[in-house]
């Protein structure tokens, strides 16, 4: 699940770097400002739901046992 954040974080890199060699200009400033929205995004993607999943998880297995 941490993959999950920091794949997202990668894109968000990666369509900066492709829009700067196809384009060859600088990105956009409001670009640039959805991607590094995105790009923190994924890093709290990255580190929130790996302990959301595993306190549900948590969760069920505890009422299953009961």
Not at 18 to 28: E, L, P, W
Not at 38 to 58: C, D, E, K, T, Y
Request: hydrophobic share 60%.
């Amino acid at each position: 699940m941490y993959v999950l954040g920091a794949g997202v974080g990668a894109l968000s890199l990666a369509i900066a770097v492709v829009y700067t060699a196809i384009y060859q200009r600088r990105v956009s400033f409001s670009i640039e400002k959805v991607l590094i929205k995105i790009a923190l995004i994924a890093i709290v993607v990255m580190f929130v739901l790996p302990q959301i999943a595993h306190l549900s998880v948590n969760r069920i297995i505890d009422d299953n046992r009961r």
